[in-house]
């Protein structure tokens, strides 16, 4: 019976000792999308209005920025735009 302890003492020491696996770092991958898809996938959005509300540019001409308000998707040409309707999504709502 001791003979079966000292083996397994043994054994258990031996195995600690052991160097670990290590798992091989994942790295990062920075993936590059070209702008004309990211264009492309806005034209196929369905928005509330065919125009910018703030400048007036159909969003058939370009979209690229959206907000969703109360539920509904609008389109802007810029960044810009977007802003200034958010200052006021009301008064540019009440006037399309």
């Known amino acids: 019976?001791?003979?079966i302890i000292s083996i397994i003492?043994?054994?258990a020491?031996?195995?600690?000792?052991?160097?670990?696996s290590v798992m091989p770092e994942k790295?990062?991958?920075?993936?590059?999308?070209?702008?004309d898809?990211?264009?492309k996938d806005l034209t196929k959005l369905a928005?509330?209005?065919k125009k910018d509300l703030t400048c007036g540019m159909p969003t058939s001409a370009g979209v690229s920025d959206t907000v969703t308000y109360k539920g509904k998707?609008?389109?802007?040409?810029?960044?810009?735009c977007k802003e200034d309707f958010l200052k006021d999504p009301e008064g540019h709502l009440a006037a399309k």
Not at 13 to 20: M, T
Request: proline share 3%.
């Open 37 to 39: 898809s990211i264009e």
């Open 73 to 80: 998707l609008y389109g802007f040409c810029a960044k810009e």
């Open 9 to 11: 003492i043994v054994a």
């Open 47 to 49: 928005f509330a209005v």
């Open 27 to 35: 790295k990062m991958e920075t993936v590059a999308v070209a702008k």
């Open 1 to 3: 019976m001791k003979n």
């Open 13 to 20: 020491a031996f195995s600690c000792n052991q160097p670990k």
